[in-house]
């Protein structure tokens, strides 16, 4: 037999460029902008695709056994959690009102994000970022799924996340995480990887996950805290392609860095009104508090974000502008939201509670400046008044920001007394934003934003109660009305966690868990 | 001894979410395909309109003419959802892996028959880039059509045809070299050979109807290239020839075919069975590009089968035929 001539091993680069980059081609029967429709509107301009830094270098074999593992692991130990009980080992029932917010307005986004990755991966013409995207897309409906599956055991014990899919789409403050993502789908290609691969994953991530993930650790929600694990090491992965993606873009050609710029100050500034959501989760909804918002956002964007920033200088990117209205709310940000959910807790998803004396007493420490000055006096006023009975729920609908769709809620940069109000006339009507930021927004693109699906203002034209209601018939209740299009079952999805269904039966399973009756 | 286990029971408040509930008739315990599957995605209350597309919503099912009352009733026979797709993935993986090993380890690269062995080159090198262009297709499909239940198993399918490009690469590189696959591509950009089959795939990149896109590539095109490549010329004809161990490099490619031409009739059968239009339209999609694909196979055939190449095709179109027939569409 003859000698078999060893073959030269190819290196790793070489042999993932083989592997992906090789099986690209140049077309000639179909003209490229037939193939790539969507690649030349937002004016970005890409001289090289093959300049692209993969940062992965991951094939499909290599993929697959991975995940795999990991699913392996991730579902054992939910199982495990299931059959145990897990549930009841949280800190208490309050707790699982982060579980709700999760799945209703978190687990569908990332439902969104791998259709966009899908999409954005078939429309670039470079093979590096499209298998990078492809890979990402197929990443966000495995996080999808398991966070629905994770949370599915809770939905059994629980109320409130029945309906996750039906609430997403329809219930008001759910409006607010879903206009930012449908805002980042149906902006072209490039816009969606910076706002969602660069803004969302790579600057924001770490204000949603860590103290998500760490959250549920601390208040015993094994089930949670597993999914976010499980997620973060494909989260390193698209934090990487999110860095990777700016670098790339601002690299190729100087006329892309004011579009760029654009773009980073409004995703930074639309993702943190989303964030709003878990500003109030930090300081009111986790029975034992991982760190307050203040401190996460000093951490996460003023200390980590500044360092970034100031490496993407060199391309001339500058801090979002945003930044310093942001470092004068994070003061009140998580008291005024909560401050508003106490007041509309008849039509969330979940409940709400005043903190009690030790949860005060943490409060300000955390927010010495502004706690005990402009909030706490609210909270005792209220709780003494639910003590008499009368509980506030209120039943006016707010004005909201047509931007960001949260309510008028947030005061004036330097004036926590004072709401701020802002407003632009467009094509004979009038429009409201709650910041200077959200009104930038609008003026740049209003023919975008006068589309927004706004819940107060359908609401009061009708748009929201069930099929075939008639609201002129006597002692109609359009506040049931609203629920039932909700699909939120009032007294049980609603109102005070102290009236909770959550509370009495959790207090009751745990009592059977633990003790000898 | 017997030792009871003891556990607290807790009668849970519900089984499944309600949209399952809806779906399957009761509050029965739901399968993780379903409730990872059923209304995942948005339907209501969409803020704008993408600024690529504004002629369509976000999701929009007029961007196909197949028209649906529901199209969750789209089902995947295979149940895949991310963590079922990716443990079947992984298992098919191991076993490529080893086959792999088997035929390196044994040095049985070098005992293939020379003609063989350039017949394999030749053949299956270019079909790397075909694989690469159903990777966008699918990608496509995934995105812009409607529902879950249809839009999930393209994302599978589209990595999975990138996991085939570079299962063929691995198979160059094994048999050849870095050159052989410069060589290929050549070919593919160049040959005559190769031209239609280029041009098929160019075109189906320019589908803008996603159920269209599906049928074109999915089923039309893989629906030919597979059995013909894979089941006949690789299994059969080289093996007869000396060729086993290139069945064996490409066991993968047959088992995933076989996977998942399952999940094509279903989808086929269920988009015809909705109503006669869809049926009309269905027919209309499959025997043109079935047309156009059995076409631009036949000179790659060729370069394999010699003067056997029309008679192995119009088997092959027959078999296909067939296999659409009794998924309710005739052609």
């Known amino acids: 037999m003859d000698m078999q001539v060893a073959k030269k091993k190819l290196g790793l680069k070489e042999r993932y460029a083989v592997m992906t980059r090789g099986l690209d081609w140049t077309p000639s029967y179909q003209k490229m902008e037939d193939i790539y429709p969507y690649i030349a509107y937002e004016g970005i301009k890409i001289h090289d695709w093959d300049k692209w830094e993969d940062p992965f270098r991951l094939t499909m074999d290599a993929y697959w056994k991975y995940q795999a593992e990991k699913e392996r692991k991730l579902y054992a130990i939910i199982d495990a959690f299931n059959q145990n009980n897990g549930h009841l080992n949280v800190t208490d029932a309050r707790y699982v009102n982060t579980v709700k917010l999760f799945i209703s307005g978190i687990s569908p986004l990332e439902y969104v994000a791998h259709r966009g990755f899908a999409h954005a991966g078939r429309a670039f013409p470079g093979p590096g970022p499209r298998v990078a995207c492809l890979m990402q897309s197929l990443d966000e409906i495995r996080h999808a799924q398991t966070q629905v599956h994770a949370i599915s055991n809770y939905n059994k014990y629980y109320n409130g996340m029945h309906d996750f899919h039906h609430m997403h789409d329809r219930v008001w403050f759910l409006s607010v995480p879903k206009s930012f993502f449908d805002d980042a789908i149906t902006a072209g290609p490039f816009e969606f990887m910076v706002s969602i691969g660069f803004s969302f994953e790579y600057v924001l991530t770490n204000l949603l996950f860590v103290p998500f993930v760490s959250g549920a650790a601390y208040n015993g929600d094994m089930g949670t805290m597993t999914f976010g694990f499980s997620a973060q090491s494909d989260e390193a992965r698209h934090m990487t392609l999110g860095l990777e993606v700016i670098k790339f873009i601002l690299e190729q050609d100087p006329a892309n860095v004011p579009i760029v710029q654009r773009w980073i100050d409004k995703w930074t500034w639309r993702g943190y009104r989303v964030l709003t959501l878990v500003a109030m989760m930090m300081d009111y909804m986790l029975p034992k508090r991982t760190m307050s918002w203040k401190e996460a956002w000093e951490v996460y964007f003023e200390e980590n974000g500044g360092a970034l920033f100031k490496d993407l200088a060199r391309y001339g990117i500058t801090m979002p502008k945003c930044a310093e209205q942001i470092a004068l709310e994070k003061d009140h940000l998580s008291h005024q939201a909560w401050s508003t959910f106490y007041n509309y807790a008849a039509a969330a998803n979940f409940h709400t509670w005043m903190p009690d004396e030790d949860e005060m007493a943490w409060l300000s420490s955390k927010y010495p400046e502004s706690f005990d000055k402009h909030y706490r006096p609210r909270y005792e006023f209220w709780r003494e008044q639910a003590a008499k009975g009368n509980r506030f729920y209120n039943k006016t609908l707010p004005m909201l920001c047509q931007t960001c769709q949260i309510p008028m809620l947030f005061t004036e940069p330097g004036d926590p007394t004072k709401i701020c109000y802002r407003e632009v006339d467009y094509k004979g009507d009038k429009y409201h934003f709650c910041s200077d930021h959200c009104k930038e927004i609008f003026e740049h693109e209003p023919e975008k934003y006068v589309q927004a699906w706004l819940p107060v203002h359908q609401i009061y034209q009708g748009n929201c109660f069930p099929e075939g209601t008639d609201p002129t018939v006597e002692g109609f209740d359009p506040l049931a009305a609203v629920l039932k299009y909700y699909n939120l079952e009032h007294g049980r999805d609603n109102l005070d966690f102290d009236i909770s269904e959550d509370k009495k039966n959790f207090a009751e399973w745990r009592g059977q868990a633990t003790k000898n009756i | ?331």
């Open chain 2, 1 to 331: 001894m017997q030792i009871d286990l003891r556990t607290v029971t807790i009668k849970p408040l519900r089984h499944t979410f309600d949209n399952i509930a809806r779906r399957i008739g009761a509050d029965k315990p739901a399968s993780r395909y379903q409730e990872g599957t059923l209304d995942m995605q948005q339907t209501a209350n969409f803020h704008y309109r993408p600024t690529w597309d504004p002629e369509h919503d976000i999701y929009d099912a007029s961007r196909t003419a197949i028209k649906m009352a529901d199209w969750y009733a789209f089902k995947d026979p295979r149940q895949f959802y991310y963590g079922a797709y990716t443990l079947a993935r992984a298992k098919q993986q191991d076993t490529a892996e080893a086959n792999f090993d088997f035929v390196e380890n044994r040095g049985l690269a070098a005992t293939l028959p020379e003609s063989v062995r350039d017949t394999v080159l030749q053949l299956l090198l270019p079909l790397r880039h075909v694989a690469w262009g159903s990777n966008m297709n699918n990608a496509s499909v995934c995105a812009y059509s409607y529902g879950t239940g249809f839009s999930q198993p393209h994302i599978y399918q589209a990595m999975d045809q990138l996991g085939i490009a570079q299962y063929l690469t691995r198979v160059g590189l094994l048999l050849g070299d870095v050159e052989s696959l410069d060589e290929a591509k050549r070919a593919w950009m160049e040959d005559d050979t190769w031209q239609g089959l280029r041009r098929y795939v160019e075109d189906s990149f320019v589908i803008k109807d996603p159920v269209e896109l599906f049928v074109a590539q999915n089923v039309a095109l893989d629906g030919l290239l597979y059995p013909l490549v894979y089941e006949t010329i690789i299994d059969d004809v080289l093996s007869s020839k000396g060729g086993t161990a290139v069945a064996m490099l490409t066991q993968f490619m047959t088992d995933w075919f076989a996977e998942t031409r399952k999940w094509v009739d279903a989808t086929v059968k269920i988009a015809a069975a909705e109503s006669a239009e869809n049926k009309e339209v269905m027919a209309g999609w499959l025997s043109q590009w079935r047309d156009r694909s059995a076409a631009a196979l036949l000179p790659v055939a060729r370069i394999a089968l010699g003067d056997r190449t029309d008679e192995v095709m119009a088997e092959v179109v027959q078999q296909f035929n067939a296999r659409m027939a009794k998924a309710g569409v005739a052609i």
